[in-house]
Nanobody
């Protein structure tokens, strides 16, 4: 079992920045990848960015490329999502997921609201 906890959401104006943090209860050597997803009201949950724990390879959805950065912390069980140039359409609940094949373990989510 893996416990995942996110933090760092909030209200920001368009063009601003936020940094989300995610901590998993296991050291990442036993986690295959960690990822950030988001879900806006009335929409499906979508993958925003992911990072492999073995080699640090990253993936970004097209709509966040160049604006968001996923990174690992010095502590092996932490991941961050730096979000710059935020847009109102980035408003959503952001979820962190830890992948331990074949399962995903989810956090409770953190709200990000971008005002225009």
């Amino acid at each position: 079992q893996v416990q995942v906890v996110e933090s760092g959401g909030g209200l920001v104006q368009a063009g601003g920045s936020l940094r989300l943090s995610c901590a998993a209860s296991r050291a990442t050597y036993s986690i295959d990848a960690m990822a950030w997803y988001r879900q806006a009201p009335g929409k499906q949950r979508e993958l925003v960015a992911s990072i492999r724990t073995d080699d640090g390879q990253t993936y970004y959805a097209d709509y966040v490329k160049g604006r968001f950065t996923i990174s690992r912390g010095n502590a092996k069980n932490t991941v961050y999502l730096q979000m710059n140039s935020l847009k109102p359409e980035d408003t959503a609940t952001y979820y962190c997921a830890a992948s331990v094949y074949p399962n995903n373990y989810w956090g409770q989510g953190t709200q990000v609201t971008v005002s225009s």
